[in-house]
């Protein structure tokens, strides 16, 4: 990974951050989630790069709403962005006797039934806005190993680092590091994924999300199978100023003889738990940016 030079402004502002954080997520959860409303509804009209990528992911998954439909959906994206950044200090910096009280679990026995059976496994989840609090309440109930990719700011990645490490139990391992990953599983680690990004590289396949072609890597087929691993779905939503946490069964012939399939299976899990609530996905990403050869930026301005 090769870090951007070190700039004192920007690193010692991380640095202040972090500690006024400490106190900040110590207040009450409706009061941070109305703050950071608020700081979303500003950014809805200062962020116009941001913008213009949800607009366009909004336009392309959901074609049937209105003009009118479409443009509340931005807003209220924009909102759960506002509510993302208090969420992760919650989920980091909030005490666990505070945390703790913010989840409701569904389907603990599923995850009870991954425990037995002694197999390592991927918890499988997307990115909500609130994806660090999600995982918070996964560390409530069990270790594992985060795997994601490192930031180019070194002051705040040393500060992620430190921050998954002491939440998950273990320290967190880069996304490209396959071999430390199966290793992982077969010696019967837990290890949160989400695998619903355009994170390029080599290995991927193009299948439908949300009726539009975006690149799917299909490392998740490939963990599974070299890792001897289950894997276990699982996602959170905020349900007013708390959080919904639901544990799926383990998927059953995954992976299978296709990693087309898979890969298309996935996407439909995803698809049906982001429609619970659309509208605290994370559609800044640009989910489409990559295309089939030949096919045009789905992100020019017109």
Same mark, same amino acid.
């Given at each position: 990974m090769q870090y951007h030079k070190p700039n004192w402004i920007k690193d010692n502002a991380i640095a202040l951050g972090f500690w006024v954080g400490k106190y900040i997520a110590r207040l009450p959860m409706p009061f941070l989630l109305t703050l950071g409303k608020g700081i979303g509804c500003i950014s809805y009209h200062v962020a116009k790069k941001r913008r213009h990528i949800i607009e366009r992911n909004i336009q392309l998954c959901f074609p049937n709403l209105s003009q009118s439909e479409q443009t509340k959906l931005v807003k209220d994206n924009f909102q759960?962005?506002?509510?993302?950044?208090?969420? +992760?200090?919650?989920?980091?910096?909030?005490?666990?006797?505070?945390?703790?009280?913010?989840?409701?679990?569904?389907?603990?026995?599923?995850?009870?039934?991954?425990?037995?059976?002694?197999?390592?496994?991927?918890?499988?989840?997307?990115?909500?806005?609130?994806?660090?609090?999600?995982?918070?309440?996964?560390?409530?109930?069990?270790?594992?190993?985060?795997?994601?990719?490192?930031?180019?700011?070194?002051?705040?990645?040393?500060?992620?680092?430190?921050?998954? +490490?002491?939440?998950?139990?273990?320290?967190?391992?880069n996304r490209n590091e396959i071999r430390k990953t199966i290793k992982l599983l077969r010696s019967g680690k837990y290890l949160w994924y989400a695998p619903d990004q355009n994170y390029g590289g080599s290995e991927h396949i193009f299948v439908d999300f949300f009726g539009v072609k975006a690149l799917m890597i299909t490392a998740t087929s490939q963990m599974a199978q070299l890792g001897k691993a289950k894997v276990l779905p699982y996602y959170c939503i905020r349900e007013g100023n708390n959080y919904k946490v639901k544990i799926l069964p383990a998927l059953e012939n995954f992976p299978s003889e296709s990693t087309t399939k898979d890969c298309e299976l996935l996407n439909q899990i995803f698809e049906s738990w982001i429609l619970e609530a659309p509208e605290q996905y994370l559609w800044a990403h640009r989910r489409f940016k990559t295309r089939p050869k030949g096919e045009k930026d789905l992100y020019q301005n017109d």
């Open positions: 759960s962005l506002g509510m993302g950044i208090f969420e +992760t200090l919650a989920a980091w910096l909030k005490p666990e006797n505070q945390v703790k009280k913010l989840f409701t679990y569904e389907g603990l026995e599923n995850l009870e039934a991954l425990k037995a059976s002694g197999h390592g496994a991927l918890l499988l989840t997307v990115h909500f806005c609130n994806l660090e609090l999600g995982a918070r309440a996964i560390t409530l109930q069990t270790p594992f190993v985060a795997m994601y990719r490192q930031h180019k700011n070194k002051a705040y990645e040393d500060r992620q680092f430190k921050m998954r +490490t002491a939440q998950s139990q273990n320290e967190p391992v």
